[in-house]
């Protein structure tokens, strides 16, 4: 990640699991400058389009493009 200063990289100093480990809490230092910052990162929640005027509807080809794409390398590595 990149120091929100001046833009150059950082180094995790410290990691904690938190909501019941569906996120992860770190402790940042800017390798340049030594500025400090924490992060928070969390599972997301599923996007959503707008299917037909104010209607909406979660994404769900994610998961089939997933599949799609390790089916295709699994396939492949079996042709070798």
């Known amino acids: 990640m990149k120091c929100p200063i001046c833009g150059?990289?950082?180094a995790v100093l410290d990691s904690r699991h938190i909501?019941?480990?569906h996120g992860v809490k770190r402790r940042r230092q800017c390798r340049l400058h030594g500025h400090r910052?924490?992060?928070t990162e969390t599972a997301g929640t599923p996007r959503?389009?707008?299917a037909q005027k104010g209607q909406t509807t979660a994404l769900r080809h994610e998961k089939a493009a997933i599949l799609e794409g390790l089916?295709?390398?699994i396939q492949r590595i079996a042709e070798l």
Do not use: E, F
């Open 37 to 39: 910052w924490t992060t």
């Open 71 to 73: 089916k295709g390398a």
């Open 8 to 10: 150059s990289t950082s």
């Open 48 to 50: 959503q389009i707008a």
């Open 19 to 21: 909501l019941d480990g």
